[in-house]
């Protein structure tokens, strides 16, 4: 039992580290837009930002039932696979980090849970592939589709509704709407990533028979939601540089059509319980904003090395997670 425990106790610590960084790799998501616009200094967007993440994780678990017990079983990954791939996790994001590539933290964990789960059993059998094709390779697809084409038709309306007021006004408007456009998109950042980390530590606490029933406990969110809330704090100013002035020029009505674009195809995702990667939505989003004004105002250059990004990360990832599954297994 102390064993148990203690295996518990390391599962928290990373699970937690994970979310942080998850906060601090993804604050880009809900503020690049509103820092390049200029519509909040980056420091106050960051607090924003951070603070509505906190709110958003308490918004549902839905998606951590999902991470925790839909992908593979808790039967089938004993708590110890547990700590590989969250440490998985957390080299990948790391790596992505340094090199400013606005890589998905939902599906590094998705990755990293199919490759421990096929290195611990020996096989593809235990992995839940059903699950993993309607909430994550659907999701993948239907998410960033649906972030650009919002994006593209959000971005038209707006310009045809303001298409005879004079540019400053308009401006000045969307400055301050880009700050609701911000807490929006971070609320349902929150309440969408911060889940992921739920799923895992719930997991945790099933395997090792700390609770009887997948039932995310208060203590679970509330940790999630504050680790999450204090990376997002801190910021990833590399990143948020990267999506909100290299891939296209925005003004402030772009800016807000992003935002909203990217934060109703996030809802969405949570409403099915699909563990949706923000930042890809994001992404995609902005492109589709800026594809509205004018197909060539799009960096495709600095899009197609994000999209490898996102291709290559389930599969690093699996394979990271199934290297150090594998290598434990051969020590013990």
């Known amino acids: 039992m102390p064993s148990t ?14 979310d942080f960084i998850n906060g601090f790799h993804d604050t880009a998501t809900a503020v690049a837009t509103t820092i390049s616009t200029r519509a ?4 106050t967007a960051i607090l924003l930002c951070a603070f509505f993440n906190f709110i958003g994780a308490f918004m549902g678990t839905a998606v951590a039932k999902t991470v925790g017990d839909d992908i593979i079983n808790h039967k089938y990954l004993p708590q110890w696979c547990l700590v590989g791939v969250l440490a998985s996790c957390i080299i990948w994001n790391i790596i992505t980090w340094y090199f400013a590539i606005p890589s998905s933290s939902s599906h590094t964990l998705i990755g990293s849970l199919i490759g421990a789960g096929i290195a611990f059993n020996g096989s593809i059998d235990k992995i839940q592939w059903g699950n993993v094709f309607n909430h994550v390779v659907v999701w993948l697809i239907l998410g960033p589709a649906i972030g650009f084409i919002l994006g593209y038709i ?10 005879k007021c004079k540019i400053g006004i308009v401006n000045k408007i969307f400055l301050k709407m880009e700050i609701l456009g911000t807490a929006f998109m971070a609320l349902n950042h929150g309440a969408n990533d911060a889940q992921k980390s739920m799923g895992i530590i719930t997991m945790a606490l099933l395997s090792g028979g700390v609770i009887s029933t997948f039932d995310v406990p208060t203590w679970v969110i509330a940790a999630c939601a504050l680790s999450m809330a204090l990376g997002t704090s801190i910021g990833g100013k590399k990143i948020i540089k990267t999506m909100g002035n290299k891939m296209t020029k925005l003004n402030p009505v772009g800016g807000f059509a992003s935002q909203i674009g990217a934060a109703v195809a996030i809802l969405g995702a949570t409403i099915f319980d699909a563990p949706v990667s923000t930042t890809q939505v994001m992404t995609t989003t902005i492109m589709g904003v800026g594809a509205s004004k004018n197909i060539k105002s799009v960096k495709w250059g600095v899009a197609r090395g994000i999209i490898w990004a996102w291709v290559l990360t389930i599969p690093v990832s ?10 434990v297994k051969f020590i013990i």
Do not use: D, E, H, Y
Request: charged residues 10%; hydrophobic residues 70%.
């Open 5 to 18: 425990l203690i295996i518990t106790g390391i599962i928290v610590v990373l699970a937690l580290s994970f």
């Open 40 to 43: 909040l200094r980056p420091r």
């Open 154 to 163: 959000i971005m038209l309306i707006l310009n045809w509704t303001f298409r």
């Open 318 to 327: 699996a394979v990271i997670s199934g290297i150090l599954i594998t290598v």
